[in-house]
T-cell receptor
């Protein structure tokens, strides 16, 4: 299957700081990538759809000014958690589909801990 | 009603047995169905995809789809302790680009 690489795999930051997470499709181009958040023992919740060259589409209840998404190229999307707070601590996962393909492949995930 | 529903479990089966995981969905327009396996602390890994009614087999895994009844299932034959994980059912509906996930079923295979 296609390879999606996410970095970093874990990060600890102080409350009030910002954290950037990268999601790369290594062997294919992806005009669309998806960002999910998963709290312990819960399922994946879609946060936003990242669109190459245009604004991201956010799900209801997700603050677009807090979770900044940039999809500047066909192989890279970034999620920046701004002014992070302890309640933002979670497992953040990106996914991407090869264009024209319905199967989604996930990055390794980023464990964010805000202290 | 949730769009994609799964029994949360936990489901325990002895090693070597068949594990049966079920999923129902609400949107009749759903076209693509996926099963993902997620180990604790890891991201989901695609196991099976199925698009048409019937069975699809891949090794020890068999996905079954019944669009009339709006359910999709995953059978794991000869279950192994390494199959212990949370299994997520995901559905893609119509023109939507994103997947909708069920809450997952936690499977434990007892040695």
């Amino acid at each position: 299957g296609a390879v999606v690489s996410q970095h970093p795999s874990w990060v600890i930051c102080k409350s009030g700081t910002s954290v950037k997470i990268e999601c790369r499709s290594l062997d294919f181009q992806a005009t669309t990538m998806f960002w999910y958040r998963q709290f312990p023992k819960q399922s994946l919740m879609l946060m936003a759809t990242s669109n190459e060259g245009s604004k991201a589409t956010y799900e209801q209840g997700v603050e677009k000014d807090k979770f900044l998404i940039n999809h500047a190229s066909l192989t890279l999307s970034t999620l920046t958690v701004t002014s992070a707070h302890p309640e933002d601590s979670s497992f953040y996962i990106c996914s991407a589909n090869q264009d024209g393909n319905t199967e989604a492949f996930f990055g390794q995930g980023t464990r964010l801990t805000v202290v | 009603q949730k769009e994609v529903e799964q029994n949360s479990g936990p489901l325990s089966v002895p090693e070597g047995a068949i594990a049966s995981l079920n999923c129902t969905y609400s949107d009749r327009g759903s076209q693509s169905f996926f099963w993902y396996r997620q180990y604790s602390g890891k991201s989901p890994e695609l196991i099976m995809s199925i698009y048409s009614n019937g069975d699809k087999e891949d090794g020890r895994f068999t996905a079954q789809l019944n669009k009339a009844s709006q359910y999709v299932s995953l059978l794991i034959r000869d279950s192994q302790p390494s199959d212990s994980a949370t299994y997520l059912c995901a559905v893609k509906t119509g023109s939507a680009r994103q997947l909708t996930f069920g809450s997952g079923t936690q499977l434990t295979v007892l040695p």
